[in-house]
């Protein structure tokens, strides 16, 4: 059997690319079931796997086995609940591009993506977008968010592809390394790929005026190959987001503020919504953990708001 790298999954079949770089269009080899894993799609863009060639032509491969992962991103299934959706694997990082507006990403959406990427340890810069739109305010509140998840250990990049702004700094965050590209339909990642290699020509979208919600123009997720070693996945436009895998007792866990007070609190199960001696708690009241992203906690802790 060969080694081959999942490029674009479209459901049911998959391109595969050989180690030697030749593409073949790919099948499962009857049903997949990953060992503790529920998931709507048992193979995703960025997973290395064994095949076989189905037929004589050398155009069509067999899937065999998927070769053990060293991470993923996943949320729930959005058509079945219980299961979730793998949207990329293998990653070395991951570039979350946001907007304030045209179209708005809350920050309940962005944390519940940091969450998903702490989760593995998987890098994340936070890239926001669309800076020319914004007026003398908004470009402060833009500033007062970036330093909050800069303190956090987020990379967080300023751009704006109409003037030109972080666009080189933007270019240079791909080079030798594994990149989810991830974010709202409408938040311009099309665009900004299309800056980081032309070549790809991927399509782009202009954003519905009735909803102010981008319209969807990456169907499924694909690999692109920008240079040696240097892999980008743009995936499809996500609108919902919800939290898989992570245990309540565990959540906090993967705010880095939060993790940083593990210990303190009076009870060694504490929940930090409503318990006495809870250290959490008591940053969040000195102003040492930010309002919005302890109100994101208690979202994700109650299931409740995975939209944006």
């Not at 694997?89 to 045209?102: E, G, H, P, R, Y």
């Not at 980008?232 to 503020?257: A, K, Q, R, T, W």
Request: a negative charge; proline letters at 3%.
């Amino acid at each position: 059997m060969e080694k081959g790298l999942i490029m674009r999954s479209t459901g049911s079949w998959y391109e595969v690319r050989s180690e030697s770089g030749e593409i073949f269009s790919g099948r499962l080899k009857g049903k997949f079931k990953i060992k503790g894993m529920q998931t709507s799609n048992p193979i995703a863009v960025g997973d290395w796997v064994h095949y076989s060639m189905e037929d004589e032509t050398h155009k069509h491969v067999i899937i065999e086995d998927i070769l053990p992962r060293s991470n993923y991103i996943i949320r729930k299934s959005v058509h079945k609940t219980a299961h979730g959706q793998l949207m990329a694997c293998n990653l070395d990082q991951a570039v979350f591009i946001m907007t304030l507006k045209m179209p708005k990403t809350s920050l309940g959406f962005l944390d519940r993506f940091l969450v998903t990427a702490e989760a593995f340890r998987i890098p994340v810069t936070i890239v926001f977008n669309k800076m020319d739109l914004l007026n003398e305010s908004e470009q402060e509140e833009v500033f007062e968010l970036a330093a909050l998840y800069e303190e956090l250990g987020y990379g967080v990049l300023l751009t704006s592809v109409e003037t030109g702004v972080g666009m080189e700094e933007f270019k240079h965050l791909f080079k030798l390394k594994v990149t989810l590209l991830a974010g709202h339909s409408g938040v311009g990642k099309s665009t900004l790929l299309n800056q980081v290699s032309p070549q790809l020509n991927i399509k782009t979208s202009e954003i519905s005026d009735f909803a102010k919600k981008g319209v969807h123009t990456t169907t499924y997720a694909t690999m692109w190959e920008l240079e040696k070693d240097t892999f980008l996945i743009d995936s499809p436009g996500i609108n919902e987001l919800g939290v898989m895998e992570i245990e309540e007792d565990e959540l906090s866990h993967y705010f880095p503020e939060m993790r940083a007070l593990l210990g303190e609190c009076k009870f060694n199960n504490c929940r930090h919504v409503r318990e006495p001696g809870c250290a959490v708690i008591h940053a969040l009241e000195e102003g040492e953990i930010a309002t919005s992203r302890y109100l994101s906690y208690l979202s994700i802790l109650e299931n409740k708001d995975n939209r944006r």
